[in-house]
């Protein structure tokens, strides 16, 4: 029993094995808490070493636009937090195509960088997840 | 009638249902995530511009500006801060608040 675990057994062995999580985000930020909630469990996730992937399609594209300015609205603005993924080595972020261009949208006006892919792309790998997770 | 629409229009029909029913001299105020409706390049963006060959329609600038999206919007849709949100409401007889 350790300080560090809050009295939590933990093995000792950290070396099992490496799940795939894939977080699925189709919510526009803002109007509901999902898109923030989803936020805050892949930034506890990142810490537990596993391979992350983010997919973001129907209104989940609306959470990676550039240019959100909530003061107004008196909301904490969480888009910057999409860029601090990086340094939790959560790089594999997924747009679906289909989804962007309905929307009048481009590569360029995302955040961050990002692979964009087509609705079959996107349910090859929702497939070969061994966790999927959607907000 | 002043109708109000706060949903998405690729999440759910308000935004079409809104507009199917409005009556000569409706307005329509989009606010929340219903100004995604209000914007260029979109597939309810033909439906919009149709309503506003009849109707005059707004959309709440904070909640577009917080969307990243204030740049985006439709021609001729009007933009209102809160205090205008509210001279709409007075403005007309009764609101509706699609949900």
Known sequence: ?135 | MLHTVNKSPTERNTLESCLKHLKKGCAVLLIEDGVYGALKGTVSTKLVEQALKHHPIYALYPDLEARGMQDRVIDGIKLVDYSGFVDLAVEYPSVQSWL
Do not use: W
């Open chain 1, 1 to 135: 029993m350790t300080e560090v675990t809050g009295g939590i057994e933990m093995e000792e062995d950290t070396s099992g094995k490496i799940k795939k999580f894939l977080y699925i985000n189709r919510k526009a930020p803002y109007g509901t808490i999902y898109a923030l909630e989803s936020l805050e469990v892949v930034l506890i996730a990142a810490a537990f070493d596993q391979d992350v992937s983010l997919a973001f399609l129907d209104d989940g594209v609306y959470q990676i636009i550039k240019g959100q300015h909530t003061r107004t609205i008196d909301v904490k603005n969480f888009s910057p937090t999409y860029r601090a993924l990086e340094g939790y080595d959560i790089e594999k972020l997924y747009v679906e195509k289909e989804s962007m261009e309905v929307r009048g949208l481009k590569e360029e006006d995302f955040i961050v960088p990002v692979k964009v892919i087509s609705t079959q792309e996107m349910a090859d790998l929702m497939e070969s997840q061994d966790v999927v997770l959607s907000f």
